[in-house]
């Protein structure tokens, strides 16, 4: 097994007795923080571990770095080697939010330099929707020796100042538009979005069918969103660091690479009453 991108739900199906597949499940929901461990209770993919979106996938907050911080390398690599997962390990991770949760864990890995990880196409629906099987056994895998080999991927709230509407940075926002806009927050104190940025709702890299829309088609739209910007410019960020994630995989999908996060994303930015804003 060597996926990078997506898995569809029929391939996992066929390569559940693989060895060295791990499957996360990163199911969460941002107004209820224990759903995830609930719902992975109740049941899940069989050989799945839950790792939790605030516990596992950030760091600690202190207010001025955003609702969903980076984790610290050695914390999180340290994680991934308790539950099995080495550099020759496959890792498949899913949600039941379109892949919003998903994406964050496959971003991670690969920031940690572990390119083999994908993201279950249409999540929990469609692996249910394909007669895949659900369990609540809970497996237990030799802790493996997880090597961090940091990537040049991240971005902090100094570089976006630093190159705010240059050429250099071709900044997108995942966020909904009315967000985007300033309207209906009510997750951060503060609407709007950073000054230049333009927006890309994550769910418009899906079909109705919640899976992704086919690469030419996605590298179609990105190309006509980035409007000759080339994809090393491009920085993605969202609310907190969380759906960015999930253009940066659209991005990949499309053959488009070379984009960057800003982790701290618009709760970072907004902290800081200094930085502008655009409504």
Partial sequence: MHFTTLIDAESLKTSLGDPNLRIIDVRHQLADTTYGDRVFAESHLPGAVFLHCDRDLSGVMNGLNGRHPLPERDV????????????????????DAQGMIAGRLWWLLRWLGHDRVAVLDGGLQAWIAAGGALSTELPVFEPARFIAVPCDSVVDADYVQAFLETSRMYLVDAR???????????????????????????????????????????????????????????????????????????????????????????????SDPVRPVTR
């Fill in 76 to 95: 999180l690599a340290r994680r991934l080697g308790e539950i099995g997962i080495g550099s020759e390990t496959q890792v498949v991770v899913y949600d």
């Fill in 176 to 270: 909904s538009p009315d967000r985007f806009r300033g309207e209906n927050e009510t997750i951060d104190p503060v609407g709007g979005h950073i000054p230049g940025a333009v927006n890309r709702f994550f769910r418009d890299n899906l079909q109705e069918s919640g899976c992704f829309k086919p690469a030419a088609v996605l590298r179609e739209e990105w190309l006509a969103l980035l409007a000759g910007a080339p994809p090393e410019a491009v920085v993605h960020q969202c609310g907190s660091g969380v759906s960015a994630c999930h253009n940066m995989l659209a991005m990949e999908i499309a053959g488009l690479t070379g984009s960057r996060l800003y982790a701290g994303s618009w709760s970072e930015w907004c």
